[in-house]
Structure formats: C-alpha cells, structure tokens
C-alpha cells in the first residue's frame, strides 16, 4: 500500500504531480476524440471508434457535444495554469490547498461527465455532475482571486527590480489578481447564456451566427465569453512566463501596468457587448488588447536579452552569430517567447488583417470560408498556449542536455509547421481559386497533421516515460515530491 | 548525402503544393435516369424546422424541381434569354436585370439597388459551360450536372424566367425533410459514403490528388450502380435528389438589414456536418462558384 500511497501522493499533492495528471487527462483526451474529426473521418478512423468505444453520436447535438469538449480540455488548462500560480506566488496555505482541491475535482468532474454525457447518451446525472464540476473550478477561481489579493501588508514587493507602487504594492501580483478576478466574471459571463443554451442541447456554435445582423444578447454573451476566456488565458500564461523567468527591471516596470490596464480595458470592452456600449465595444476591445500585447512584448525583449546574455558571458565581444547561438541555445526558454511572437503571425496578424478588410474581402466569400478563419485562428492560439505549457514543464521536470534540445525543439518546430500550415488554409482564398486549391490543401493539410502528429508523439513519449518512472522505487517523482515550490526555480 | 535525401521529399512536397490543376480533365458519364425536369408536390402543412426541431406551418402547396437546374437546362435559357434581350453579355460576364432591395443601412449591409448584375461569369475556368460568342453549350461530360457558376442574380433569374422562383428556406428545409420526423439528412438519420456527394466520400468524380471533389450528375445517388460503384437511394421524402451534398443551393429569402443570400444543403466541399438539413451558409448575391447551384420553386 505505501507503493499507491506515495505515488498518489506526488500525483495528487505535489505541484508537479497536479501538472504531469492534467497533461495526461488533456492529452488522453485529445487523442481520443481527435479521432473523430478531420483527417481521421475522413480514413474511416472515427466510424471504428465510434463502434468500439460504443459512442451515443447523434447529429443534431454536435454543437453541444463540441462546447462540452471545448470546455473540459479548457478546465484542465485552467487547472494547470492555477497549479503554476500556486506553486509560483505566495499565498496562505488554505488557499494554496483549497484552490488546488477545488480545482482538480472540479476539472476531473468536467472531463468524466462532460464527456460522458456529450459522447454516450443523454444522462442527465452526468450532465448535473458535469456542471458541478464547472462550479467547482468556478469556486477555485473565486479563493484563487482573494489568494492573490495584492493590497496585504505581507504581499509588498521590498525589491526595487520589481514593479510596485509608491506604497510597494506588487504589481506584478496585481497582475495576476486582475487577470484571476477577470476571469473569474467572465466565466459568469458565459454561464449565464451557458445555463440558457445548456437547456438540453439548445445551442450554438459562434462561428456559424457571426454575420447575422441582429443578435440577442445572450448571444453575444456567448461570443465574448469565448473570446475573453482564451485572451485570459493566454494573459495568465504570459504572467506565469515572466515569474518563471524572473521578469524584473524597467521593462518589468512598463510591462505591468501596461497588462493592468490592458487586462481591464478589455474585459469592459468584452463585457460592454451585452451593454448599450456594443456599438463601439470592439473599439474598447482593441485599446485594451493593445497594451496587454506591448507587455508581453517587453517580457519577450527582457526574455531574448537575458538569454543572450547569459550565453555570450565571457566572451569580450561576442558576435552576431555567437548572440543568436547564445538566443535559441536552450529551447525550453526561448521557446515559450518566441512562440508569443510566432503568434502574431498565425493568430493577431490574421485577426487583425481581417478586422480591417472585412468587408472587402472576407465578407464577399461565403459564410463557410469566413468560419474557416474565425475557429482556425483560436484554434492556434489555444494550441499556441498549449506549447508554451509543454515547455515550461519540460524545464520544471529538469530536462537536460540533448533530451532538453529534442524536446524543446521537436515542440517549437513541429507546433509551428502545423501553425504556420493551418495560418496558410484560412488564407488560401487570398491567393487560390476554390477549383484549383486541392494541390495547396493537400499539401498543407499533411504539413499540419505531420506537425501535429508529431508534437503528439512526443508528447506521448514524455507520459510514458513519466508512467514508467512512476514503477520505479527512486525515481523522478520521487525527487520532485520534495521540490513543491516553483518559486525557487525561477531563472536568474 | 543525408541532407539532400531528407529534403528532397521536402521540396517534392512543397512543389506539389503549386501543383497546376486540370480544370478540364475528362470525368465519368453516367445516365441516372432521374429526369431534371420533373417536379414534386409539397403540400400545405407543418414540419419540424431546425435543429431544435420547431413545429413550423406553411399553409399552402408549392411544387419544388426534383433535381437542381442542370448545365443543359441553364445553357438553353442563356441562349434564349439572349436571343430575346432579357439578358446581355457586357465584358466577361452574362448580366441582367434586379429590381433591387429595400436598404436599411444595417451594420455591413451592403445597398442592392435596381441595377444590371452578373448572373454568370464567361471568363472562370472552372465554368461547366462554353459560350463561342453566340451558343452556349454544356462541357462535353457535365451536361446532366449542377448548374455552378452561378450567382444568386443568375439563380433568381432563371427561375423568375420561367414563371417560377427561388424556394424561401423554410420551402427548401420542408422539401428536404418531409412533413414526419426530425431527420437531419434527407434519407434519413445516418449518412455513409453511398449517400452523397461531400468532401472525400471517394465518389466517381473525385480525385484528391488534383482536382479535388467534383460535382455529381443530379439524381446520381438513386440506389443504382454505376460502373461497380453502387449508390444508395437517398431521395428526400418528397422524392427530391441532392438535397444534401453536390452543391450549396440558393434561397430566395431576402432579409432586412442584410444583403447576404443564404444557402442550403451543403456541398462536394462540404464535410458532412454541413449537409445537414438545417445547416445555413450565405453569401453576396454576386457570388458564384463551382460548388454553388440552385433549384426552383413554383405554385401549383
């Protein structure tokens, strides 16, 4: 019995146990219902699945059984990125205890039910346990928010490195209680429809009601909540970067106001849809959105900086090439940046662009097309902060040497063909004909399931490793058992 | 020598990408022996709409075509309709008369005032038709194919020309499911291969290498076996072939505060969610492309 108890220990009560579990659960999750799309229906793949896992699918409930998907990989993502908060800020232990209790039964109970009932049948108890365990992650969020409260006497920030106010209030950890409390409402922004739609499978998909003229409100209660949820998301994770390499200077002092006011500016503007604001709410949109990303582009330069810095230490005058060796020499650390840069190419730049040449161009194609763009666009974004997860945990489970390289470079390089091959097929009516496209898409749709594929093997090789590691009596759980506090790894 | 093995697959697969595509490379013919110019009651009475399935009454009886508008039958009224001056052909396009729409200066509603529009294009590639300046004539394999290329303008056109109209989408969802149930394909609650026309359902007519999925004859799906490849009957209740798959049909609804046509059925392009029957999809009435087609309606 200690055999079961010490690993259920590591995986249920250590920072990096809680991460390595909701990896796993993404991950089984992913590559099982992600054969029941795309190229897999296309070979016959779903249909044998379907049989074999005797799957109840019935064709006017795709859209509900999508959302409920949808929603439990995002409750593990929320569940890894509040374990990383966690383990990363200081907080009471009651609600260092109580968040991560909350929010590792409740994304449990999101995944098991949600998809029990999405997938096989309608069980109305699933359904119920389903909601309980949104509800649960949702109370995590409300401790998680007063955890950080940053205002206390035993939160300042003594560090003049650091951003803080006169008074030395964090801002830092403003930040992040901007970013938590935000979240938690906008999640409130999206149960309120949810509870609505959620009425039996009365719902809706986004995308495919963009261009009607007149909306209800409750849907574009919906539409915001998508949006903003993974624009926090993406905010967190980009908070979380900066701590765990130790963001601190003026452009740390920049920085942090400027994902304040970012972060606010745009939750009103998201919020403002429902409110007689809707008309210029996307206005508000953009000069909330604007400021978060001139932050997270001063982490990236403080970021590229200290690598180059610390790789050329020593050498009097290092050259070009020498800085750029020192760049990208460990891909664990320059990964995460410049996938936030990458992302402007794949998810911002094409937002952008088809915000300005809507009507000219994206709205003269059909409806499809226009869809085409709008889910791959977030589905990058969604995959973008996926990889960035994957390689701060490469770094935190101590990955080295050549190991560190292959796997910090198979995630870079294999996510951002498949980014860069999906970015090319929104876009390829800009620059093919629908009768002529079948070479292009032939050609980038086996690029994107190549990188994909890949990413996915590795990720593969990574659990298994880990699940073997778990047989052994010394192994590398046991190491990370003691090593709780991610706080004294933060780099440099 | 391992680089140059490893990238030249890489490169081979990055040529195949600008790969040239026969827009005119030979397809099957095939007699499926469903007539296009047949019609089929729908009498007055409720059926379920949507995907939520809302009880939804239409009090009278129209008549809707069995099959889509087919190449022959649009090449013959572009001939005749040119031949009498309903239409004309000004620069690369075939174009006629709209009366216009009521504008209402919603947000990207775009003003469809009284003018000459295009109904299609004479200069596309992918066009299933000829024209040598005086005759237009079917491509040689296509002539029992969905009309594509064709814009909403050209669909109303046709259908307004021979005293008919373009089926609101309430006329076209009620003529697809039938009056009894809730099925979201028109054959009913399944949908294999055999079935119809959609993205990779490895028909006669496609080829992923290049040309990608193409368009069907109308009434291709009937329960015959063409050449070995056997179809499985997937008539509507109402007896009305490709309503789902083979090419997006255009409505004739026109909404306030919008300038967007809507489409219906889903098409060779289409996985198969969207051949749903409640399935929506729109576009600028000036659209055309070669997975669009329409089919009319009429009174009795």
Redesign the interface.
Known sequence: MPFFKQRLNFLFRSTRGLILVAIAMIAMETAIFGLLSGPM??FGVRDVVVRLLRMDLV??E??GRIIILYHSIAMAVVAIETYMVTGLLRMKEFYRRSVRLLVTIGYWMAMIFGMGFAYWGHNWALHGLYIAGLTLVFFAGVLLTIGLWPWGKDYRQPDPAYAHTKNGVDMERVAFFATALTTVISALFGAVPGSYFGN???TFLAE?II????KTTLEYSVIGHLHIMLALIAIMITLIVGRWLNFKGLLHKIAMPLIILGTIVLNLGVWGVVTPLEPVAHMIIYVGATPAMLGALMLVIFGWDKLIREGVAGIDRPTVLQKLGALVRDPLRFGPLWQMVFMNFTVSGVGIFMAVR??EIF??????EERIELTGHWHVLSAIIATIILLYYGDMIGLKGRVRRLYGWAIILFSDLAFASITVFEMKRLFV????????????M??TDLGLAMLLVVLAMVMFWRLADLFRRKGRWAEELGQDDLALEMKG | MKRPRLSLPAIA??L??????D?NAPIPSFDTGVDPDAWALVPAGEFLSG???EPVVIDYDYEIMATDVTVTQYTAFLGQALADGALHVDGGQVVGFYPGDEFHG?????EITAAEYIFVPLDD??ARFTFDGTTFAARPGYENHPMTDVSWFGAWGYCRYFGGRLPTELEWEKAARGPED?R??PWG?E?ARHNANF??SRDPFE??????SRSSPVGFYNGRTYDGYATLNSASPYGLYDMAGNV?QWTGDVYE??H?RY?RGGSK???E??L?IWV?????PT?F????GFRCARDP
């Open positions: 229906a296309e064709q006017a795709r859209e039996g499978f009365e495919n261009r009607y003229p007149e809507l009507d709205r003269m194609w059909p409806a499809r004909s629908e009768a002529a496209q079948q070479p292009l898409v032939n050609t980038v086996l690029l | 697969l990055l195949s990408a600008c790969g040239a595509v827009l995907q939520h399935n919603a947000r990207h509603e775009i590639p992918a809730d979201p394909f609650y949908i993205y990779s080829d992923m290498g290049s040309a990608g997006w505060g919008q967007y489409l392009d289409s996985y969610m969207d749903r929506r999809n729109n576009a600028t659209y492309s070669p997975g669009v």
